[in-house]
């Protein structure tokens, strides 16, 4: 029997085998420890041909997958998302497995079709849910990735934000794709819910809850993206980070969310390679060049709207994803997520603040409306008082709406 050192277990939690159903030549498996508790699948061995065709046997396939009778020989490699098998056959294949995979995301992005992205040809199912998915064995084109990690190591802010600008336009161009093939509305309080349940498990100091924009709507969101996942000129579909198995996602996301986790990856590469360059530039770069292929609606300023939730409330809930893994995981504070997190009462103490200007304004405009019903029959002498009070009104609230964030600030500057 293959001994699996379970490179993809949180290492910080005990498991045990669970009796849930599970298909031939698998095994779930209970983890929990810390306060927290997660649920994954994994092959029981998988050393030689005979496995495979044993572990297949009970699974749905989809697309493309290699024909068992073909197979020459299996090799498998741990990694930190799951065990990979490299598979000879006519052609040369990569099966990743999907430990803690709870849905078929994975596969229906990979069957849309989307012109910008690198998707997986196949796959098996089980019970509906995706458990391996294939991609054909060639050699990965990290070329932007390393563009990107020398120039900001050089402090070379030109062409970082050239970099920058095209992996946004990219990821702009998928969900402009995404777009007229599934969307839903916002779903506000399974967001709202799923951060809550997040402060929970993490035993946080803070809360946040947004109130969401109707123009942030639900769609097939790739959920992780890292600057990794960009080869020529395209976003390969990768299998879902830790954290969807600690805090499984029982809902659909917006299109602001994958560009948040960009952003955020983007904050872990500075923080890396060189934390004096200008953030504030870099992330402009990158929203600007998202926004200029995403859809309209999608990339306004009503989506961005911090009092709402905007992009910030995202970093607010990536920052806690990376704290959860670091915790299932013993491996240390994760920075910046700790770093960024200490700066969040700062920031809802201002934004707080900032309604006292909004409620002023409400005000003014309540006190011109009375004025006027006040009047009735009304006559011109009476005009300047609600005129005053309306035209006040309106100033302080178009003043508070300028006082929101925009979204090229990180977090720890957007208060200062």
Not at 371 to 382: A, G, K, Q, T, V
Request: hydrophobic fraction near 40%.
């Amino acid at each position: 029997m293959t001994a699996w050192n379970g490179e993809w277990r949180p290492s910080a939690m005990k498991g045990i085998e669970s009796d849930s159903a599970a298909p031939k030549g698998f095994r779930n498996l209970t983890l929990a420890g810390l306060g927290l508790k997660c649920e994954i699948i994994e092959p029981i061995q998988l050393s030689n041909i005979e496995d495979w065709d044993f572990l297949t046997s009970e699974l749905e396939s989809w697309g493309q997958v290699p024909e068992n009778k073909s197979i020459n020989s299996i090799s498998t490699e741990e990694k930190n998302r799951g065990l990979v098998a490299l598979i000879s056959a006519e052609n040369e294949w990569i099966a990743d497995f999907l430990p803690w995979n709870r849905d078929s995301q994975l596969s229906m992005i990979s069957e849309a079709k989307i012109s910008v992205s690198i998707p997986y040809i196949g796959g098996y199912k089980w019970e509906g849910k995706d458990i391996i998915a294939f991609r054909k064995n060639q050699k990965k084109d990290n070329t932007i990735l390393e563009k990107l990690e020398s120039t900001i190591k050089q402090n070379d802010v030109e062409n970082t934000n050239k970099i920058l600008y095209k992996c946004g336009s990219v990821l702009g161009q998928y969900h402009s794709e995404v777009e007229s093939i599934l969307t839903t509305p916002y779903d506000h309080k399974r967001w709202n819910s799923r951060i809550e349940s997040l402060e929970e498990k993490l035993r946080a100091s803070f809360i946040w809850r947004g109130k969401f924009s109707k123009k942030t709507p639900c769609i097939i969101s790739l959920r992780d993206v890292r600057f990794s996942d960009f080869q020529s000129g395209k976003i390969a579909i990768n299998r879902p980070r830790l954290s969807d198995c600690l805090e499984v996602p029982n809902c659909d996301f917006p299109a602001i969310r994958d560009l948040s986790s960009l952003i955020h990856d983007l904050s872990r590469m500075i923080y890396r390679l060189n934390d004096r360059i200008d953030i504030t530039s870099l992330r402009s770069s990158l929203i600007e060049g998202w926004k200029s292929t995403a859809p309209e609606n999608w990339a306004s300023k009503e989506a961005f709207y911090a009092y709402y939730g905007g992009l910030v409330i995202w970093e607010y809930e990536q920052c806690l994803l990376d704290v959860i893994e670091a915790t299932a995981n013993q491996s240390g504070p994760p920075e910046p997520a700790i770093t960024t997190l200490a700066y969040v009462k700062s920031f809802q103490k201002k934004m707080f603040n900032n309604r006292t200007i909004a409620m002023l304004g409400w005000m003014g405009m309540f006190f011109g409306a009375s004025s006027i019903i006040n009047s009735i029959p009304f006559e011109l002498m009476d005009l300047p008082i609600p005129l005053i009070f309306f035209t006040g009104g309106f100033g302080l609230l178009k003043y508070y709406q300028k006082l929101s964030p925009p979204p090229e600030f990180p977090l720890n500057k957007s208060f200062l």
